[in-house]
Structure formats: structure tokens, C-alpha cells
């Protein structure tokens, strides 16, 4: 029986590219996001027992019914990627309004406790998984006009640790830096340096091998891909 992945955010970026390695490696991929089309592109290029939703991992209700329809289709999977994010308009932070400030919020922190709240019972139970949040460099780090997601990003990376220490055995949650990476988040905020860094096809032929080795004994580190 092939091992399972959960991945959110698996429609663009550092999702779709890790939803191809592990599905090569022949694991089963369990995706969402946000775009119906992006999803139908997942679904005609993976077929059954691969499924993709369309999920707001934002709404805690549609998160509860998505983590439940997959629980009960392919049981608790073995490893959870919390990759769903979203990035803040440039600006200073007192130029930030409140709605793009909760934008931000209600994706990369919020979204990340509604998929943990939901999944983490059926790990638990089975008494065995590894849980990643992806945290940032600006996770652990800071830069200007980026605030709103570094808070969201600091926020991860405590909300780990904290989980951390209230696992049971055989159980682990990392926080991950995945690195910098040319991705239209990067683009958004810095389109003229961004083509300095790999792409995230590039990076997902490291990054998977490093997700999949993860176990119990890395329960509460930050680490980082590289």
C-alpha cells in the first residue's frame, strides 16, 4: 500500500511541483486549493487513487468536510504538508489595510490550524505522521513592506513548537523554510531579483527526498530545505 500525502496549496507554485515528485515516487496525493480550473488540470493529469478538492482552507467548516470525505476515502495520511499561503500587497504596514492584512492572517495561519485541527485526530489515533507548516525565512527573519507575512510566518513557526510538545509519541510537527524560491509569490514582491533563484520545478527534485525521510525524531524542529 502506497504511502499517502495531504498537500494544501498543491495547485501552483511549490505544491503542484511537489504533488508531481511524490506521485512519481509513488506515493498517493491528496491536494487542495483554492482555483476549480487549476483542480480540474490536477484531476486530468492524476487519476484515482490521487484526488484534488477545492477547498478555502480559510472556511473551517469546508476544511472539516474535506478533511472527513478524506479520512473516510483513504484514512489518515502519513504526512500533511501545511503549504496553502498567500503573500501581502508590498507596502508599509501602515499602509496595509485590514483587509489585506486578513487576508494574509486567515490563509497562512488560521488556514494552517483549520487543517491541523481537523487531520491531526486520525494521525493521533493511528499513532503515527509527520506534520509540515510551511514557515519562510521571513519566518525567522524580517524585511520591509512584508510584515503582515512575517507576522503569519513567526506565527507558524510558534504555533509548531507548541503543537510539538503536545504530540503524543510517534507523532511529529516541523516548521519549514523551504528557501528562496522563484515563485509568483516571490515575483509579487520582488519581480526583478526573483529569476535569481531556482524555480520550484527545480527545488521539488530536493525538497521531496527531504520531506519524505522526515520521521518522529524531527517532532518540533525548524528546519530548513537545502
Known amino acids: ?61 469546508t476544511v472539516e468536510q474535506w478533511a472527513n470525505d478524506v479520512i473516510a ?10 503549504n496553502a499561503g498567500l503573500m501581502n500587497p508590498t507596502k508599509a504596514l501602515w499602509e496595509i489595510s485590514p483587509d489585506e492584512f486578513n487576508a494574509v492572517m486567515n490563509v497562512n495561519v488560521t488556514g494552517t490550524f483549520h487543517v491541523l485541527r481537523h487531520f491531526l485526530p486520525a494521525i493521533i489515533d493511528r499513532g503515527a505522521g509527520v506534520v509540515v507548516n510551511f514557515s519562510s525565512g521571513w519566518g525567522r527573519s524580517t524585511s520591509p513592506e512584508v510584515a503582515p507575512y512575517c507576522a503569519s510566518k513567526f506565527a507558524v513557526e510558534g504555533l509548531t513548537h507548541a503543537l510539538a510538545q503536545e504530540l503524543p509519541h510517534g507523532i511529529a510537527a516541523v516548521a519549514l523554510n523551504p528557501g528562496i524560491i522563484d515563485t509568483d ?42
Open 1 to 61: 500500500m502506497s504511502k499517502q500525502v495531504v498537500i494544501t496549496g498543491c495547485t501552483r507554485g511549490l505544491g503542484r511541483a511537489l504533488t508531481h515528485r511524490f506521485s512519481e515516487a509513488g506515493w498517493t496525493v491528496i491536494g487542495c486549493g483554492r482555483s476549480a480550473e487549476r483542480i480540474a488540470e490536477l484531476r486530468d493529469e492524476f487519476s484515482s487513487p490521487h484526488r484534488f478538492d477545492v477547498v478555502d482552507v480559510s472556511n473551517d467548516a
Open 185 to 226: 509569490m516571490l515575483r509579487s514582491c520582488w519581480d526583478d531579483s526573483a529569476s535569481q533563484f531556482p524555480p520550484a520545478e527545480e527545488w521539488s527534485h530536493t525538497a521531496a527526498p527531504f520531506l519524505m525521510k522526515l520521521s518522529a525524531r524531527d517532532n518540533g524542529r525548524s528546519l530548513t530545505v537545502g
Open 73 to 82: 476515502t483513504h484514512g489518515a495520511p502519513d504526512l500533511l504538508l501545511n
